[in-house]
Nanobody
Framework: QVELVESGGGLVQPGGSLRLSCAASGSILSINRMDWYRQAPGKQRELVAGITVRGNTHYSDSVKGRFTISRDNAKNTVYLQMNSLKPEDTAVYYC????????????WGQGTQVTVSS
């Protein structure tokens, strides 16, 4: 059984910062990659940022230069540092992990709400 637990969401004013965390637990042998997605009301879920086991990162154009993804392999945890937040960043943010237990699988967290508003 694998569980991903996100934390760190909340309400922040435009221009502010938040740091999201996602911790994976369970019978995990290895984690190939961890990604952050977000879904705003009435919109499709979109990939925000991702990081591989080797530390290679990628970002959507909408967050490049403002968000930073990092991971602690020893803790099976991924972070998303979000700076210069805008109202359009408002969404539920989900953690996704591609990892190996007895098989390679794709797992999701429950989501954490981020609201950017004055």
């Amino acid at each position: 059984q694998v569980e991903l637990v996100e934390s760190g969401g909340g309400l922040v004013q435009p221009g502010g910062s938040l740091r999201l965390s996602c911790a994976a637990s369970g019978s995990i042998l290895s984690i190939n990659r961890m990604d952050w997605y977000r879904q705003a009301p009435g919109k499709q879920r979109e990939l925000v940022a991702g990081i591989t086991v080797r530390g290679n990162t990628h970002y959507s154009d909408s967050v490049k230069g403002r968000f930073t993804i990092s991971r602690d392999n020893a803790k099976n945890t991924v972070y998303l540092q979000m700076n210069s937040l805008k109202p359009e960043d408002t969404a539920v943010y989900y953690c996704n992990a591609v990892l190996v237990t007895t098989l390679l699988g794709d797992y999701w967290g429950q989501g954490t709400q981020v609201t950017v508003s004055s």
